[in-house]
């Protein structure tokens, strides 16, 4: 009867680790499955090379994404590996565009290949790296812009 306590016991305790694991993800694995399907608005920014009141957004699919300031728009694949977006091969659409809004173009290529680091808590995306940090907000809660 001790015998079979025990092992009764030792079921219990690997359920109980198991389905606490199961619930507990890291920062890379919540970013990685609460960016597909959404779409992010800037709210405000540190060292971007954003002129002030353009629209930003990021759009992310399973696997890529899309982002646009004024003028062109870049696109690629993406992936989360420790708690950093890492970019694949990005394109960038060749509308004609001004020399400021090709540098928001620039920048905006040069920040997501730095592979930033990003964290979201409910709607509120955050990516940064050494020398800029953006907030962005889900588009289904943003002011209108």
């Not at 002030?52 to 890529?64: C, I, K, L, N, P």
């Not at 004024?70 to 694949?88: D, F, K, M, P, W």
């Not at 920040?111 to 979201?120: C, G, L, N, Q």
């Amino acid at each position: 009867m001790l015998r079979r306590t025990r092992i009764l016991v030792a079921v219990v305790v690997v359920a109980v680790a198991v389905a606490l694991a199961a619930c507990h993800s890291t920062p890379s694995e919540k970013a990685a499955k609460a960016l597909p399907g959404r779409t992010f608005v800037l709210q405000s920014s540190s060292g971007a090379g954003v002129v002030t009141g353009v629209t930003v957004y990021v759009q992310f699919t399973d696997s890529g994404f899309t982002a646009s300031a004024r003028c062109n728009h870049a696109s690629g694949t993406y992936s989360i590996e420790q708690e950093r977006l890492v970019a694949g091969v990005m394109e960038l659409t060749a509308k004609g565009c001004d020399p400021e809004r090709y540098a928001e173009d620039d920048w905006i290529l040069k920040f997501f290949s730095s592979k930033p680091k990003v964290a979201i808590q409910d709607n509120t995306l955050t990516m940064w790296n050494d020398t800029s940090s953006l907030i962005l907000l889900d588009r289904t809660v943003a002011p209108a812009q």
